[in-house]
T-cell receptor, first 112, second 114 residues
């Protein structure tokens, strides 16, 4: 079946530090991959996506590259800000299907 | 353009009570879905709909009913609430053909069942 595994949090960083949140997946076929962000008290928002191998999704300084050989989609940012504190969810959707499969989420805490 | 709206934001029920969580979207999306979010388990799909009059079960459908009489609305019904249904519930709608592009999430309903 399809599944997504994320690193456990919380991830605690100081402002301007480098961020990596690991995500690996198991899927049949060729899924699309997503990162969603959930700010406190809010719903999920799409942060970035990649639809095929070697694609790089990017948005707001965050990046993730679809690595088929390692079945990974790790989220990175070169310099985090306090405002990036949130929960980050990795997700996949298989070709032709609408259903999203989510990881368990990783909480990021950034201190000044 | 309000996006996806959910009501209520908070609700406390007693075991055995019934209620309906409301979800509406004004983006003319065909695809809508309900998730529940529990600590350490991410989001799990309860029910989904690919258009008015069409619904299907997700990963955790037991104890929940849905209907889709219009494109805009997708209510979630709890027939007899149980403490195991204490959770945060998110409604989402999808753009693109069959919802295959971005999915937009509502702000959530926090439900406590005593």
């Amino acid at each position: 079946g399809n599944s997504v595994t994320q690193m456990e949090g919380p991830v605690t960083l100081s402002e301007e530090a480098f961020l990596t949140i690991n995500c690996t997946y198991t899927a049949t076929g060729y899924p699309s991959l997503f990162w969603y962000v959930q700010y406190p008290g809010e719903g999920l928002q799409l942060l970035l996506k990649a639809t095929k191998a070697d694609d790089k999704g990017s948005n707001k300084g965050f990046e993730a590259t679809y690595r088929k050989e390692t079945t990974s989609f790790h989220l990175e940012k070169g310099s985090v800000q306090v405002s990036d504190s949130a929960v980050y969810f990795c997700a996949l959707r298989n070709t032709g299907f609408q259903k999203l499969v989510f990881g368990t989420g990783t909480r990021l805490l950034v201190s000044p | 353009n309000a996006g996806v709206t959910q009501t209520p934001k908070f609700q406390v029920l007693k075991t055995g009570q019934s209620m309906t969580l409301q979800c509406a979207q004004d983006m003319n999306h065909e695809y809508m879905s309900w998730y529940r979010q529990d600590p350490g388990m991410g989001l799990r799909l309860i029910h989904y709909s690919v258009g008015a009059g069409i619904t299907d079960q997700g990963e955790v459908p037991n104890g929940y009913n849905v209907s889709r009489s219009t494109t805009e609305d997708f209510p979630l019904r709890l027939l007899s609430a149980a403490p195991s249904q204490t959770s945060v519930y998110f409604c989402a709608s999808g753009s693109g053909q069959g919802g295959l592009d971005e999915q937009f999430f509502g702000p959530g309903t926090r439900l406590t069942v005593l």
